[in-house]
């Protein structure tokens, strides 16, 4: 059996391709054990990634909350775009897009390239649009359901 004082767990961070290495908010985990068994260590270890992919997804549903990045989304589920392309079928300022384009690519969620003078976007990963797609048909399976409460209620009033 192993028993240290304390024991401290360091989380690996892996750089993008960009180079930039994701945010996070206490690199270190530090907890105080009398005595611990490997056992314990491997729980401890395999319980820190998890923690991880919690943030890394609350950060994804954070940049997706604006309904701009949402429609960018919706707007590459077909594939690349480039960026003038992208501010006509939305119709706001170039800055605005370049700003809310630059969010998503920030966290993951877009990629981009250069051709000469443009510029193109498209989805880091395509499952980004089943999750979309899946997000909205909740959200419209619970629109018909209120719908369907409402027109109930108002039978029961008239």
């Not at 960009?18 to 530090?30: F, N």
């Not at 998890?50 to 960018?72: G, M, Q, S």
């Amino acid at each position: 059996m192993i028993s240290w004082d304390r024991l401290l767990i360091r989380m690996v961070l892996v750089p993008s391709q960009e180079g930039h290495l994701p945010p996070i908010h206490s690199p270190v985990l530090t907890i105080g054990v009398d005595q611990v068994t490997s056992q314990r260590i491997s729980k401890l270890v395999d319980a820190v990634p998890d923690a991880r992919i919690f943030e890394l997804h609350a950060d994804v549903c954070k940049t997706l909350a604006n309904p701009w990045r949402l429609r960018l989304i919706h707007a590459l589920r077909h594939g690349e775009r480039p960026v003038a392309q992208l501010i006509r079928e939305l119709g706001i300022p170039k800055a605005n897009v370049s700003q809310h384009l630059s969010v998503m690519r920030a966290r993951g969620v877009v990629e981009s390239r250069r051709e000469g003078a443009f510029v193109y976007y498209r989805l880091a990963d395509p499952r980004i649009v089943d999750a979309f797609r899946l997000m909205r048909e909740v959200l419209l399976r619970r629109l018909r359901r209120t719908g369907e409460l409402a027109r109930r209620a108002s039978g029961r009033a008239a």
